[in-house]
Every structure is written in structure tokens, then in C-alpha cells.
């Protein structure tokens, strides 16, 4: 079951980074969602694969706005590609293998960072995933 302010916690934080980052340098980068998804993970719970649920689920929330505004601005302002796309499209040959590495770069990278951040949550003692003797 998702834990849905955990999620809107992640949205919310991905979106205020975005803002931020994209004032400072003027493009968009897929490193506020990967910092949302942590959030995510650590407000969900101390369990690794529900803070990697949560950060899938952040990523693609934050797909659905992001993708269609980046391709928008691209489009109007003439401005590169999201940060790590910029150096990974150019390698790519066939529509499979660009189709391949977005739907990689905008999931896997979050799934890792929602882990994460529930691994970092050690708030309340110990997560139930670590023995009780290791304790």
C-alpha cells in the first residue's frame, strides 16, 4: 500500500529543488527528482523496498510534470537536454535503445535513492530488516 504524503512529500521537495536549480543555471535536471525520491524513501519507512516503491512512485509523479515542461521549453528556448541525458543521447543509435536509457535514467537512479533514504532513516531505532543481535 503507498503511503501517499510520503509521495507528495517527494513531489514537493523534487519541485522546489527543479525551481531552484532551474533559476540558477537556467535548465533542467533530473536531480531534484532523485533528491525527492530519498525524501520519499525516508518519510515512507525504515523498510528498503517500501522507500524503493516510494521512490519509483516519486519519479514517475514527477515524470508525468517534468517530461512534458522540459520537452516544452526545449522546444521554445532552444536549451540542451535534462543534465545526464545530454551526454547519454548522443551515444545512442536506434529509437529502442534512446527509449531504453530514458525509461532507465528516470527510474532505476530513483528506486536506488528511495532505498536509500529509508536506509537512512534510523530514527526510531533499528529498521525491522536488521537482526535483533545486530542491534
Not at 29 to 54: F, M, N, Q, R
Not at 64 to 84: K, R
Not at 87 to 98: A, C, E, I, K, S
Amino acid at each position: 500500500m503507498a503511503r501517499w504524503h510520503a509521495v507528495f512529500t517527494g513531489l514537493l521537495v523534487a519541485l522546489t529543488m527543479e525551481a531552484v536549480i532551474w533559476l540558477v543555471s537556467g535548465r533542467f535536471s533530473l536531480v531534484g527528482g532523485l533528491v525527492g525520491s530519498g525524501i520519499a524513501g525516508y518519510v515512507a519507512s525504515t523498510e528498503p523496498t517500501d522507500g524503493a516503491w516510494h521512490g519509483l512512485l516519486t519519479a514517475l509523479s514527477w515524470g508525468i510534470v517534468l517530461i512534458p515542461v522540459a520537452v516544452l521549453v526545449t522546444i521554445v528556448q532552444g536549451t540542451g537536454l535534462p543534465f545526464p541525458l545530454e551526454f547519454v543521447l548522443p551515444v545512442l543509435r536506434t529509437p529502442g535503445d534512446v527509449t531504453t536509457a530514458v525509461l532507465l535514467l528516470v527510474t532505476l537512479p530513483n528506486v536506488l535513492a528511495g532505498a536509500v533514504g529509508s536506509l537512512v532513516r534510523w530514527g526510531t531505532g533499528p529498521p525491522t530488516w536488521i537482526p535483533e543481535d545486530w542491534a
